[in-house]
């Protein structure tokens, strides 16, 4: 590939050490872990110990004090390698968890929890869904009541990645239900407090080695510097996460994409029907190049995105567009692939079922397809 103005030669020593990681350490248990539904916690510290999980922190806290594109890179190559259910895991961690820490957390906070969830020693989860509060996160109905030294949360949650694995949840509360956005604030939680529990993993159509939960918060105490923030911050600093989170989840949609494309062009050059290979048969061959189309667009929106969040510049309408238009060529690339390999496709014996399957979630989570329109509308209309 060649080199894009936004990479450096530190972004391609990065990929190729993400590529011998994957290769070494994930591909070989890919399949063992999607029927399994979970993959082992070594995987987090292992990540950790390369340096993968805090790429664009600061050195102060222990990360490589890199850049958003750093980031990209790291993810899509994961989701490239197929296995999209590890790339989410992980990019939870990083781009999710971490990233409210460090936009919440007091020196001491960052100290006690940022720094070890950079290292691969904790694994961070972040809780902001609930049974009726998707994509409308202002809606959020879990409270936190003021008591003595702290408060105290009640409420449920759902879709929670990597639920009940985690150590650490970053949980998003209401101070004043009915206020809307204007009450939501941070909390760290531990695994072990008292009033926090987890419902039974999630069964699901794809991403399976991945642990999704439902969260549940009874009487739940907090102590006070377990605050993140202040009261009512919650929701603005959320929406700078997802600003981030949209783009590193754009580039996981297109490591799935890249990977269904590279997959399903070399079965097309082998594959021989009436006396030819099917890909110099005009519907597939032009089907290959809708795919080729999509992924380059999709990459160049994700690129440009980074460019402008790494430059300080808002960018939730490039954001949204970069997550729009790379989780819906996921979809349709992992879609052509299966096409492609036609019978065989629609077997577990090869990966593109799978991939398909994976592909669908990146439609959907961070804000569905039509939020991203949404987005972008209300972007062009405002500009």
């Known amino acids: 590939m060649p080199r894009h103005p936004i990479f450096t030669a530190e972004h391609d020593e990065l990929r190729e050490s993400v590529r011998r990681f994957v290769d070494k350490e994930l591909r070989p248990s890919v399949d063992e872990w999607e029927d399994a539904g979970s993959f082992p916690d070594d995987v987090f510290r292992r990540a950790g110990e390369l340096g993968f999980l805090g790429l664009h922190y600061p050195e102060r806290w222990g990360g490589s004090g890199g850049d958003l594109a750093a980031e990209i890179v790291f993810v899509e190559e994961l989701a490239k390698a197929g296995c999209g259910a590890i790339a989410m895991a992980l990019s939870v961690q990083t781009d999710m968890a971490t990233p409210a820490l460090a936009e919440f957390g007091t020196d ?14 904790k ?3 972040i809780a902001i869904t609930e049974p009726d509060a998707g994509s409308d996160a202002a809606a959020i109905k879990t409270t936190a009541k003021r008591v003595d030294g702290g408060y105290v949360l009640d409420g449920q949650k759902a879709w929670i990645s990597n639920g009940g694995v985690a150590e650490l949840y970053v949980v998003f509360a209401t101070v004043e239900r009915g206020s809307g956005h204007r009450g939501i604030t941070a909390f760290l939680l531990h695994r072990d407090d008292e009033g926090l529990s987890f419902g039974s993993p999630m069964r699901k159509m794809g ?18 510097d377990r605050r993140l923030g202040e009261e009512g911050e919650g929701f603005r600093g959320l929406m700078q996460v997802f600003d981030r989170s949209r783009v590193t989840l754009a580039s996981a949609a297109t490591g799935l994409a890249r990977a269904a494309l590279e ?14 290979p099917i890909a110099e048969h005009q519907a597939v061959a032009f089907r290959l190049a809708d795919m080729a189309l999509r992924v380059d667009a999709s990459r160049l929106l994700t690129w440009r995105a980074a460019r402008l969040l790494d430059a300080g510049r808002r960018a939730s309408t490039e954001a949204a567009m970069a997550k729009l238009h790379a989780s819906e060529t996921a979809m349709f690339c992992t ?31 961070e804000g569905t397809s039509d939020i991203q329109r949404l987005i972008i509308s209300r972007g062009l209309l405002r500009d």
């Open 108 to 121: 001491d906070q960052k100290e006690r929890y940022l720094r070890p969830a950079i290292a691969g020693e």
């Open 123 to 125: 694994i961070a989860a």
């Open 207 to 224: 991403q399976r080695a991945i642990v999704n939960t439902e969260l549940f918060l009874s009487d739940c105490f907090v102590a006070g």
């Open 263 to 276: 997959y399903a062009t070399q079965y097309a050059k082998e594959r021989v029907q009436f006396g030819r």
């Open 335 to 365: 879609w052509a692939a299966v096409q492609t390999l036609a019978g065989w496709g629609y077997s577990r014996e090869y990966p593109v079922e799978k991939w398909m399957r994976d592909a669908k979630l990146e439609e959907i989570e």
